[in-house]
């Protein structure tokens, strides 16, 4: 079974310019997160997906942050204008079942770095 | 205060060793508890998940949960070099609820 796909792996880019991320979620799974991930920190959640419906975004900085999932399958997180604090890790991560209760399948992350 | 603390290491064991790992949370309606495992660059993967309080066992590996005392535990017996990582605690309120993940502790297993 093919795990969750993420590209790219690692982008650079300067503050105020533009980036976009995507991710393909295990084949069947309902449910899509996009999880930051700072340097020395734990995940945090940014938005999770129903099929194509938001459940939770209220973490996310709607002023510069920005995700879909037009078909309920794949999903890109954009951020637009970046800023220094947005250098991390996001994941990308499905699950089989509506809820936070079950398991998360997480990929291998995108590495954002800010300059 | 954080909902999850955890202490973030690193840890640096001999390789053998029972390691013990843990966190601290303050939301007392957390029901569901998962440890995740992390290495250099990859994305985590689950490792142990527990509903409510108690304990569960599988191989190596033993998640505890004490709601009393709002603190869980994870055991390694005989710890490997593979087992070097960074071990995440997550805990939700449920199924309406976010995943609320700590900041992971470091572990190094020596050989």
């Known amino acids: 079974e093919a795990g969750v796909a993420q590209s790219p792996r690692y982008k650079i880019i300067e503050k105020r310019q533009s980036v976009a991320f995507w991710c393909n979620p295990i084949?069947?799974?309902?449910?899509l997160y996009w999880y930051q991930q700072i340097l020395g920190q734990g995940p945090k959640l940014l938005i999770q997906?129903?099929?194509?419906?938001?459940?939770?975004d209220s973490q996310l900085p709607k002023d510069r942050f920005s995700a879909e999932r037009l078909k309920g399958v794949d999903s890109t997180l954009k951020i637009q204008p970046a800023k220094l604090e947005d250098s991390a890790v996001y994941l990308c991560?499905?699950?089989?079942?509506?809820?936070?209760?079950?398991?998360?399948?997480f990929g291998e992350g995108s590495r954002l770095t800010v300059l | 205060q954080k909902e999850v603390e955890q202490d973030p290491g690193p840890l640096s064991v001999p390789e053998g060793a029972i390691v013990s790992l843990n966190c601290t949370y303050s939301n007392s309606a957390f029901q569901y508890f998962m440890w995740y495992r992390q290495y250099s660059r990859k994305g985590p993967e689950l490792l142990m998940y527990t509903y409510s309080s108690g304990n569960k066992e599988d191989g190596r590996f033993t998640a505890q949960v004490d709601k009393s005392s709002k603190y869980i535990s994870l055991f390694i017996r005989d710890s490997q070099p593979s087992d070097s990582a960074t071990y995440l605690c997550?805990?939700?309120?449920?199924?309406?609820?976010?995943?609320?993940f700590g900041s992971g502790t470091r572990l190094l297993v020596r050989p």
């Open positions: 997550a805990m939700s309120a449920g199924s309406s609820y976010k995943l609320i």
């Open positions: 991560a499905s699950s089989l079942s509506a809820g936070n209760t079950g398991e998360l399948f």
């Open positions: 084949s069947g799974h309902a449910t």
């Open positions: 997906f129903q099929n194509n419906g938001v459940v939770d």
